[in-house]
Each structure stands twice: as structure tokens, then as C-alpha cells.
């Protein structure tokens, strides 16, 4: 449990907060690179509790800008994005890319007033097919992390998005508590339901891994290990936290996949997650290894229509005022644990089943949340650490260490969990000897 001082110091992200200035330290990604078409409307983007828009100008720039005109406050949401610069319509005043104003047309001619007025926008770049910003307190951003297939020269990144209406860390937490899995999302499984030999066979017939947990240079890496069908060898499941709000989970097989799961607060209680792959490497099992893959899971995920709203984007059907569109018929019959159409839906319902944010100090953690309780003491550590002493957090200067990989394994029972694996958690390696149908959908 958490004390109700360290959960609301965890979960609040706000400016002047310490998880929200711990959070400004790093780059943001804040929208999918293929949200903004040039000249495209200004999207009303909330993150961190603090409310900005994007566009994209004529000659494809993404720009993160304040929301309010800095003549009289005019939303410029309500703004023309043209030509190279959004113009405000209520008097017209219009601001280049980098917020410079550019034509001042109530003034009188000749007036240097314009060079005076700017408005605010932020360090942006795109990467991984999202688009991320710096607004933090630094006059030069601190690099990008870089992730294996962000320099990917052709430029094929997968990124995808959805939303989760509750607090960051309870949708991030999810991704680094690795003992749900053989409950919420195979609870209903026998062990021969699986291929014989999969990473899904040995997770379905031992349900109570046992942990490693470590912590790195890039926040925490745990593995999670159960029998391997033998006394000789063990499945291991690694996964990773990164620093602030990143998770790379255990799922596929180690070495064969790369990716990552962005969990950015929008505000205290909505949360977007991002997710980038390389296109290429993107990991999918084959349809016939997946595990409850369904009509009705297609239907639950499938996106409402994004609206304008500061919270409207990427809502998937299934939520909380439909009960995530839960079949109890079909949770009694067995053919599901949970009734609902699907991991991600169960994942997104439990989470977001919590509240907005989850009070800790009501909780009962056991031994298979070790790895849940080592991130928080990081972050507090982190986040205390910066409001006290102003120490830089945790590889905000040292974009290399976010070169990690995760996923599944199986090791000799008498094997270094971290040693042997020192080849197959790093990136840019290839290992064409590696078969990701192995997980068989775990
Ligand atoms: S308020 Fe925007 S130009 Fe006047
Ligand atoms: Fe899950």
C-alpha cells in the first residue's frame, strides 16, 4: 500500500506537482504523426493536466502551441490554419511555427508592435510515428530517447493510440504486473487448450510465477519465472519500466520483437497510451495461436468517433458505462474467465474498474507485486529527488539506455537470468534462429 501522501504525489501530474515536473524533465509524445495533416484543424491536445493544440503547418511542421491568442485570450482553436501559420479570427493576428507573430492586421502600418508578441510553442520532433514535445523548464530539450527503430531510415514505424479514463500509473501498472495474465486473460484455459511447448502452455499450468526484479539504469526490469514443462528449464518473462511512463511488456518471444507502450497522463484521471513498433518487427502471433481474438472484441475495441472535446480522442466502445459491454452468459459457460471481448478490453476494464485514481492506502500487495512496489519507490525516489535537490531524473541525458528489448524465454533451471539473456535484451540484434510462434500467444 501507499500512504495518502505518496499515492496523491505519484499520481498527480499537474505543473508544480513533483510526478508533474518530474514528467516535464523528459520529451512527451502527445499524438499520433498522422493526427496532423498539413494545414489540418488544431487538435485540442491535454497532457499533463495543462491545455495546448496542435496543427501542422503548410509545409508540414508539427507545431505544440498555448491554447489562448496572447492579444486578448481568444481560443486558437477557434483559429485558421493556413499558409504557414495559424491566424487568429478574432482579430487576426497570425503566428508563424515557432509562434512569432507575423501579421498584425488591427494595428496601423508601420507598427513594430508585432515583434513584441509571441505565442508560446514548445520543442517538437516526431519519431517512432508519433510526435512528442518538450515543456519542461530546460532552454535546450534534452535528447530523445532513443528507442531501436526511432532512426529507422525509411521510416516505417507501426504507432497506434487509445485512451483509459483513470490515472496513469493504475493503466501503467497493468503492464509490469505479470500474474494477471494467467487469470483476467486465461483464467478459463486448460493447459492442453495451448500448443504444447508454448511460453501460453507453461503460463496456463503454473499460475504463480516466482520474480527476479532489478533496477536499472532506465527505471526497472523484472523476470517472472514458472517450469518450462520440465524441472530442468524455466519460462522466463521479461519485462521492463522506463522511465517516466514507458513499459515494454513481456509478451512474445525475447529478442524477436521490439516495442513500446507510452502511458501519458493527460490529466489526473485520463490517460492516453501511445504505442510505437517498427513496422517490419511489430509483433502479432498468428491468428490461430490468439487467445479469445472475436467478433465482439472487434466490436468493443473498435473507436468511437473522435470528437473535439479535450478528452474526445481514441475512446474505444467498450467503457465504463457499458460495463465494457460484459456477457455474463458467456463468463458462466467457461469459454471466458471475464465475459468481456478480449485482453485489451479486459485489461481496460479492470484498470479503469478502480476509479479514477485507485486509493492506495486500501490495498493488500503480495509477493507477486514486487515488481509494481520497486516502480513506485523509484518514481517517489525520482520525483523527490528533483523537488528537493533538483537532481536530474533517471536517463533523461542518457537516451542510449532506453535500447532494451522484453519479451519471453525459456533458460536452463540453473541459468543467470540477467547473464544469460544480456544478447537477446539488446537491441538492433537480429535472431533469425528464434521462432516467435514459441509464445503461442503469451
Ligand atoms: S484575441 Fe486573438 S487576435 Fe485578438
Ligand atoms: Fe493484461
Redesign the pocket.
Known sequence: MLSHADNETICRVGRGTPMGDLMREYWVPFALAKELEPDCDPVRIMLLGERFLAIRTTSGTPVLMDETCPHRGASMWYARNENEGIRCVYHGWKFDGTGACVDMPNEPVGSNFKDKVRLPTYPVTEAGGLVWAYIGSRHTPPPMPSFEWFDNPDGTSASWAFQRECNWLQALE??IDTS??GF??VGHADPEDAPEGSFLRYTIEDRAPRYKVLDTEFGATYGAYRPAGSEDSLYWRFAHFLFPFYTMVPTGVLGTKSQLRAWVPMDDTHTMAFHSAPAARRYTAPASQKVGITEREATATEFLPNTSDWFGRFRITARVENDHLIDRALQRSGESYTGLAG?NV??QA?TESMGPIFDRTREHLGSSDIMVIRVRRRLLAAARALAAEGTVPPAVDAPAVYQQRSGGIVLPADADWMEATAELRKAGVEHPELDPALAGGA
Open positions: 497493468g503492464d494477471h495474465f483476467l486473460h485482453v479486459e485489461d479492470i
